[in-house]
């Protein structure tokens, strides 16, 4: 890969509850020492992907380092769809899935290794209903428990926890699903129906241990089994998945039909109830930093 001579750092203020000037002090200092140029965006939720859009067109940047959650990196994968930037993750959200999934080990130092080296991955992405997907997806059960976590003051772990109980109590499980593949449709019963990227959830649970983020295939896991605390253990990684209940389909696209709306998430944020569903991997790539 060429020197870096430029770099934009994308920061999320507010993710994970974290104070980021270490983050930006360290990653200034570590870019001084090359020679590199820095420019600093922190989000503020307004038309964010505009401006880092903006920004990367002014630009002639190396690489694009971002420190948040899921919903960050989501974001600037989106801003970058068109152009050919590695970005490079400093794990800062209240879930990292897909840095878990990509195996960013915790230490700034090393992320910055990681950050300034010269291995990458060309990601695949999935396209779901016109939003982007980078690690997994899911309607049912998870959705819903996602929908009341953000309205939790309490966050992590124990905040899913928190909220695993109202989750039981409120939803309307099993849901049935029409699962339009390439050369057959069927109709199943589940709780939870993932489109996954990836092996794990941002909790660190491995439900999808094929899962490989850059064969050119995603993975359909139907959660079919009715058994609701093992499938929560598993969903919070207290468990291993077990092929008893989860299903496994690998696929390039698929469409979904759902009897009634379904709570749907992308990447762990909440999208709204979905009747239907269309995913497929995108032709777009995402380069992205790895050891």
């Not at 360290?26 to 820095?38: M, R, S, V």
């Not at 010269?118 to 396209?127: A, P, R, S």
């Not at 050119?216 to 093992?230: Q, T």
């Not at 499938?231 to 009897?259: H, M, Q, W, Y």
Request: proline share 3%; hydrophobic share 40%.
């Amino acid at each position: 890969m060429k020197e870096i001579q430029k770099v934009l750092l994308v920061v999320n203020p507010i993710s994970g509850g974290l104070n980021k000037e270490h983050i930006i002090q360290t990653i200034d200092y570590e870019l001084l020492k090359i020679n590199a140029g820095l420019i600093t965006y922190k989000t503020t939720g307004k038309n964010d992907r505009e401006k880092i859009q903006k920004l990367v067109t002014e630009n002639n940047f190396d690489r694009v380092f971002v420190a948040g959650g899921d919903g960050t990196i989501k974001q600037v994968a989106e801003a970058l769809i068109n152009f050919l930037i590695p970005i490079a993750i400093f794990p800062a959200g209240s879930a990292n899935g897909l840095a878990i999934n990509l195996g960013i080990p915790n230490i700034l130092e090393e992320q910055l290794k990681i950050a300034l080296g010269n291995e990458h991955k060309e990601m695949d992405m999935l396209e779901i209903n016109g939003e982007l997907c980078l690690h997994i997806s899911d309607l049912g059960l998870n959705a819903e428990l996602i929908k009341n976590y953000e309205h939790s003051r309490i966050r992590g772990k124990m905040g899913y926890l928190l909220q695993s109980i109202p989750t039981l109590w409120e939803s309307k499980y099993p849901f049935e699903f029409e699962i339009e593949l390439e050369n057959k449709t069927i109709t199943k019963k589940g709780i939870l129906l993932a489109f996954a990227n990836a092996k794990k959830y941002g909790t660190g649970a491995n439900v999808n241990p094929k899962g490989k983020i850059d064969d050119g295939v995603f993975e359909i896991l139907l959660f079919k089994n009715f058994d609701i605390l093992e499938i929560l253990k598993t969903l919070r990684n207290e468990t291993d998945g077990n092929s008893e209940f989860v299903e496994i389909i690998p696929v390039k696209s698929a469409r979904v039909f759902c009897r009634k709306p379904v709570a749907f998430q992308v990447d762990g944020e909440y999208i709204g109830e979905k009747e239907e569903i269309s995913v497929k991997i995108s032709a777009k790539k995402l380069p992205i930093m790895t050891y």
